[in-house]
């Protein structure tokens, strides 16, 4: 028998050779299970990515859009709040200038007006003050119960060579009756026919009259027209009736007697240029004060005012209304300043009692000053 021998390699190749084939394909399935299953689990990684980007995308993009817009907001809300400043403070500043320069032109119109030497120089310079206030004015003087063109600013026409009587211009006679300023068309209805000749008359434009008054009597009626200021034509139509407050009356003829008044009826009133601005304003708003509230008193019980005022019985007829003026007056008005006159008594007894103390009545408690 033939011998044959073997070694050792020759044993180890025989026998590891089908070893390394079966291990060869478990590692290849092996592989291919694990890339599928990796396959597998990269898909639904994705797929639950994109349930999460579906579920949460639109509330992250709605609040990373409202963050976005409210810092945007901030940021121009920053931006417009410095610029609004701005703008204040330049309006403020411009806005003192105006007030330094309208303090400084009543300031000189008070000045020459107080420096009048003739009723012409008087109402020239007047008429003159009202430029900036308006673009045209005129001033008419009361004679009797006729209106004369004194002076004029503005106006072109040659004014009416004869007086217009009051009663032919009810706007006038208004303003005249009730002490306060009107506002009325640029009618003939309301202007009389030869002043609407004068000034031009126009039913689609307004005119202004100031009453000026002196020693409780309307003197005058400022006429402005155009672009008014109406707070300062008052402030200069008071300035020019205080100013002729402060000169002597005229003298009486010879022969004629002189009836004084009793103190407490008309009580003395301070030189306006005395007065502080602030009290000036303070008079000013209760003289408007007592013009309204007697006004509206004459004009809806105008026939309990005829009557009290034939029966001597104006405070006993018109106790509710009077009483009621008399508080709102003694609140708002009287304890505000120590130069305050009462000017309610002064407006009761002028329009209501055509200044007869004794058609108020026996009852009426006299001025609150």
């Excluded at 990796?38 to 609040?63: G, N, S, T």
């Excluded at 209501?352 to 108020?360: F, G, I, Y």
Aim: a negative charge.
């Amino acid at each position: 028998m033939e011998s044959r021998a073997y070694t050792s390699d020759t044993i180890g190749v025989v026998a590891v050779s089908p070893m390394n084939e079966s291990t060869s394909a478990l590692v290849a399935d092996a592989h291919d299970i694990v890339r599928e299953q990796l396959a597998l689990a990269w898909r639904r990684h994705l797929e639950r990515v994109q349930e999460v980007l579906e579920a949460q995308w639109p509330e992250q993009m709605e609040r990373t859009l409202e963050e976005t817009v409210a810092g945007l907001a901030a940021r121009l809300e920053e931006q417009y709040q410095d610029a609004f400043e701005g703008r204040i403070q330049q309006e403020l500043a411009a806005a003192s200038g105006e007030r330094r320069a309208l303090l400084e032109k009543l300031n000189q119109s008070a000045r020459a007006l107080r420096n009048f030497e003739s009723e012409a120089q008087w109402a020239r310079t007047l008429v003159d003050s009202t430029r900036g206030f308006c673009d045209r004015a005129a001033l008419f003087l009361l004679s009797g119960r006729a209106l004369h063109v004194e002076a004029a600013r503005g106006i072109d026409e040659a004014a009416p060579s004869s007086d217009v009587p009051l009663d032919a211009a009810p706007a006038f006679a208004s303003a005249v009756e009730t002490r306060d300023t009107l506002v009325a068309m640029r009618t003939a209805g309301e202007m009389s026919e030869p002043l609407a000749a004068w000034l031009g008359g126009s039913a689609t434009e307004k005119f202004y009259l100031m009453p000026v008054t002196s020693r409780s009597e309307v003197l005058a009626l400022l006429y402005a027209e155009g672009r008014v200021d109406t707070e300062a034509l008052e402030l200069l139509a008071a300035m020019a009736g205080a100013v002729r407050d402060s000169r002597p009356a005229a003298p009486t003829t010879a022969g004629e007697l002189v009836t004084i008044a009793p103190a407490q009826l008309k009580p003395e009133i301070l030189s306006w240029f005395s007065l502080s601005q602030q009290d000036r304003e303070l008079h000013l708003k209760a003289q408007r004060f007592a013009r309204v509230q007697v006004a509206g008193i004459r004009l809806y019980q105008s026939d309990t005012v005829k009557n009290g005022r034939s029966g001597k019985s104006l405070y006993a007829s018109l106790k509710n209304e009077i009483d009621a003026a008399r508080e709102a007056f003694r609140s708002d008005y009287l304890h505000s300043s120590e130069t305050m006159v009462d000017y309610l008594h002064l407006e009761i007894l002028r329009t209501l009692a055509n200044d007869d103390v004794d058609a108020l009545g026996p009852d009426y408690p006299g001025p609150m000053v």
